[in-house]
Structure formats: structure tokens, C-alpha cells
């Protein structure tokens, strides 16, 4: 059987992993599944003519990481025809999950209230806050800034939308979150910008996109960590990432950044191949699944085993 996960992009390591734990369960099987996708920032009508072009091939089911949900349910989803669509990773706005069989991706609530833990770990007294993120438009986003919020002292009904106001000593200034931080570039310029105000206590990006390029980040942002240092005033830093590599965890091990909350992209991958495999096969499967096991890093941690949440 052939299968596809359409990612978001191609070029970045965690939808590679994920296609390299998808190809590996379908490779087992005697199946295949590939990755496809363009490079650079995502970009919704790249997408949606990709999957477009995916419907016309034969293909025995589809896995899409959603870029913005409205638009390729009004256009490249009316051409779908009976090939089984699954989300991964990414999840369709609410008024568009009729359209998809089954989502796989990751608790995203849980993952931000672990985020949230390890802020109120290594900063127990509160203070400003600042979380960056992709694009808000996306459910998985969304998500892990509301799980963040609730952890930190949101009241339990607070829908995600609004900023922490001094719950438990934890505030967000009027220009946070910030949003659209998707390459490294634009990641490692916000987290600059944001450093030289020397206004922030804890600072979360809910991406790892600042950590993909490992050698900039630490050149554009170890002299102004080490002068920040020399005032005694530098923020905490903690990022989410698929399982580090061994630059990544240098990083951590210098000081540059203070957490990492890790997933694990190959298993995103496996879990995508084997719902797509049961519906390919008339099976019944779940409307999600969930994956809900994530890795801490720390730097004492960060050359052993990873830290359990």
C-alpha cells in the first residue's frame, strides 16, 4: 500500500523525523509511506496544491499537517474522492474535523502545562513572561499557550485568549505572545529583540525553531546572554523540540538555554502510518490519537537519559 504525510515543510527536522518513523512501521509492513511537501516557511497555497496533486495519485490514504484549515477545506479537500484523510501533527479549525477521518498528534494542553511546570521550576517566585510562538491560527499552538497559562494559574474556565495578569506572580505584557516566529531567522531575530529590552523573567517558545540552526543561535545570542549575565539580570529560556541532538544539548550544557521539552517525532510518524493502514484496510479507528509522553532536558540531565516530566 502507498501512503503520504504532507507536511508543512520539508526541510525541517521534525517532520523528517516523522516521516522517517511513518516510512520505517510501513517499510515493517511491506508498505510505503513518503514525505511530501515543500521547503521553506509554510505556506497554505503551496499546500493546497500539493494536496491537490496528492488526490490524483494512487494513493491509499493521506496524512496532512494542517496549515490553515478554512481555506483547503474551500478548495483542494472538494476534490478528495474516497482516499482516507487523517491529520497529523496539526489539526483542522473545529467547523473543518468532519473532513478527516482521525487526527494523531500530540496532547498539546498537556505539553503546555508541562512548559508551564518547568517555567514555575526554574522560576518559582513568577515574574514576566513571554511565550513565542508559530502562527496562533493553528489548533496545536493554541493549545500549548492555553495549557501554559492554566498551569501558571489561569482560572480553570479561561479559554486560552487571555494574558496572565499577576496569577501566582506570573504576567505577560501587552506584546506577547509573539507570533509568526516559523524559520530560524525570524525565531532568533524575536528572541534577540526581546533579550535587548532586558524586560522578561522566563521566556517560552512553544517551537524550536530558534535551535535549528544550533551555530547561529549561538552566535547571534551568546554575547547578549553573557552581558545580561554580567548585570544579573538574564531570563530563563526554555524551548520545545523534538529529542535534541548533540548540538542542541551543547547548547543547554553552555547555559544558552535553560529547558528543552522534548517529543518524539518517529513516533508521530508510526502512529500516523498505522491509522492510515486500518482505514485502508475498512477498519474502525479513533477520532485521536494522542500522544502524551514527553522528555525534559536539563543540563545535568541533557548527556544521560532525558528527565521524566
Same mark, same amino acid.
Given at each position: ?35 511530501? %511537501? ?26 496532512? =499537517?494542517?496549515?490553515? =484549515? ?45 512548559? %508551564?511546570?518547568? +517555567?514555575?521550576?526554574?522560576? @518559582?517566585? !513568577? !515574574? ?24 501558571? !494559574?489561569? &482560572? ?17 505584557? =501587552? ?16 528572541? +534577540? ?21 544550533? +551555530? ?42 535553560? +529547558? ?14 498505522? &491509522? ?5 484496510? !475498512? ?7 494522542? &500522544? ?6 536539563? @543540563?545535568?540531565? =541533557? ?7
Amino acid at each position: 500500500m502507498q501512503f503520504a504525510l504532507l507536511a508543512k515543510r520539508i526541510d525541517q527536522r521534525f517532520f523528517i523525523q516523522a516521516g522517517e518513523g511513518c516510512a520505517e512501521a510501513a517499510r515493517a509492513q511491506g508498505d510505503v509511506c513518503r514525505l511530501l %511537501g515543500t521547503s521553506g516557511p509554510p505556506h497554505f497555497r503551496k499546500q493546497n496544491q500539493l494536496l491537490e496533486q496528492a488526490f490524483h495519485q494512487k494513493l491509499d490514504g493521506i496524512a496532512l =499537517s494542517v496549515t490553515q =484549515s478554512e481555506w483547503l477545506a474551500e478548495h483542494a479537500l472538494k476534490q478528495r474522492g474516497h482516499i482516507p484523510l487523517i491529520t497529523f501533527n496539526t489539526d483542522f479549525n473545529p467547523a473543518e474535523q468532519q473532513l478527516r477521518r482521525s487526527h494523531v498528534g500530540f496532547d498539546n494542553l498537556v505539553f503546555g502545562k508541562q512548559l %508551564g511546570r518547568l +517555567a514555575q521550576r526554574l522560576r @518559582p517566585q !513568577g !515574574g514576566r513572561l513571554c511565550v513565542l510562538t508559530g502562527s496562533l491560527r493553528d489548533t496545536h499552538q493554541q493549545e500549548r499557550l492555553h495549557g501554559i497559562r492554566l498551569q501558571l !494559574g489561569a &482560572i480553570p474556565n479561561h479559554k486560552g485568549t487571555e494574558r496572565l495578569r499577576g496569577e501566582n506572580g506570573w504576567f505577560e505584557p =501587552s506584546r506577547c505572545p509573539l507570533e509568526r516566529a516559523e524559520t530560524a531567522d525570524r525565531a532568533l531575530l524575536q528572541l +534577540a529583540t526581546l533579550l535587548n529590552t532586558n524586560q522578561f523573567d522566563v521566556i517560552v517558545h512553544i517551537g524550536s525553531w530558534p535551535i535549528d540552526q544550533p +551555530a547561529m543561535y549561538r552566535q547571534q545570542l551568546g554575547p547578549i546572554l553573557t552581558e545580561l549575565d554580567r548585570q544579573g539580570t538574564r531570563p530563563v529560556i526554555i524551548i520545545a523540540t523534538p529529542d535534541p541532538d548533540a548540538e542542541q544539548s551543547a547548547l543547554l550544557d553552555d547555559g544558552l538555554v535553560q +529547558a528543552y521539552l522534548g517529543w518524539s517525532s518517529h513516533e508521530l510518524g508510526r502512529q500516523s502510518y498505522w &491509522i492510515l493502514k486500518r482505514l485502508a484496510q !475498512g477498519q474502525a479507528v479513533p477520532e485521536k490519537v494522542l &500522544i502524551d509522553t514527553f522528555n525534559i532536558y536539563l @543540563p545535568q540531565a =541533557s548527556s544521560n537519559s532525558p528527565a521524566k516530566p
